[in-house]
């Protein structure tokens, strides 16, 4: 599967939007997933690529909000 230089751009600034919007508000995955399957990406492999990034968008924006004082770890757990 080849990808053209403007697929790669609007999925960076999708995963880009995605990201903030998952960090802040959640619902990300309704702007990244269906790009991932439209680009050709088969449903499941989509489904887990995504995950994997919102994996990485909450242990982000967990250490951001410890690192500015904003997480109360007591009642987090």
């Known amino acids: 599967m080849t990808t053209s230089p403007l ?3 609007v999925l960076a600034a999708a995963g880009f939007v995605s990201s903030v919007l998952n960090v802040i508000a959640g619902g990300g995955s309704f702007l990244t997933l269906p790009l991932l ?3 050709g990406l088969p449903a499941v492999e989509a489904n887990a690529t995504n995950r ?3 994996l990485a968008q909450n242990v982000g924006g967990v ?3 410890h690192r500015h004082g904003m997480l109360d770890w007591r009642r987090a757990l």
């Open 37 to 39: 399957i439209f680009f």
């Open 7 to 9: 697929e790669l751009l």
């Open 63 to 65: 250490w951001g909000f």
């Open 52 to 54: 994997l990034g919102v």
